[in-house]
T-cell receptor
């Protein structure tokens, strides 16, 4: 158990719909990352928040957005869903200290999204 | 943005040393190299991280040459439970930097 929780575990929805994925980081971690994992694209970094502020942006589509709340939990919003958005979405958290050799990200169990 | 490539798969026997290489020709000066292990239907799990030269911890070693354009994860004496997908992650966050996962290497360990 990494200490990172994600809900829901599975989500099945239709094209064109909007969904929200939720992540609670480990206690004390200020940084939250979102990743998408699909068979054809592998693990893709989407976005990172640190203490409520956007810190880094990866291959996140304009239809997707995220935020981190004052209690440090984060939500990833996916809208106008397409079949190709079907994937595993992982959240990770870390203390975000790059002064050594162990800025470890702790990954949650993931949310499996299926778009029909 | 660093592009990272890895061998698609590797096979080994229990007790052998396994070396998995990641190529990252476009690594930036302040990028770190991190390796993760992933089992089916689970999130990746941290193995080791380094910036240059050699890093060793209780489960693995990481070798990074001077030009930092590649890195090698070394797993000593693998066991069946090491069968998993291994990913290298290049980058760091902050200041607009990004993270790039490698393509992943499926390691299969047999008796």
């Amino acid at each position: 158990d990494s200490g990172v929780t994600q809900t829901p575990k599975h989500l099945i929805t239709a094209t064109g719909q909007r969904v929200t994925l939720r992540c609670s980081p480990r206690s004390g971690d200020l940084s939250v990352y979102w990743y998408q994992q699909s068979l054809d694209q592998g693990l893709q970094f989407l976005i990172q928040y640190y203490n409520g502020e956007e810190r880094a942006k990866g291959n996140i589509l304009e239809r997707f957005s995220a935020q981190q709340f004052p209690d440090l939990h984060s939500e990833l919003n996916l809208s106008s869903l397409e079949l190709g958005d079907s994937a595993l979405y992982f959240c990770a958290s870390s203390v975000e200290v790059w002064d050594g050799e162990r800025n470890e990200q702790f990954f949650g169990p993931g949310t499996r999204l299926t778009v029909l | 943005l660093a592009k990272t490539t890895q061998p698609i798969s590797m096979d080994s026997y229990e007790g052998q040393e396994v070396n998995i290489t990641c190529s990252h020709n476009n690594i930036a000066t302040n990028d770190y190299i991190t390796w993760y292990q992933q089992f089916p239907s689970q999130g990746p799990r941290f193995i080791i991280q380094g910036y240059k030269t050699k890093v060793t911890n209780e489960v693995a070693s990481l070798f990074i040459p001077a030009d930092r354009k590649s890195s090698t994860l070394s797993l000593p004496r693998v066991s069946l439970s090491d069968t998993a997908v291994y990913y290298c992650l290049v980058g760091r966050t902050g200041g607009g930097n990004k993270l790039t996962f490698g393509t992943g290497t499926q390691l299969k360990v047999e008796l």
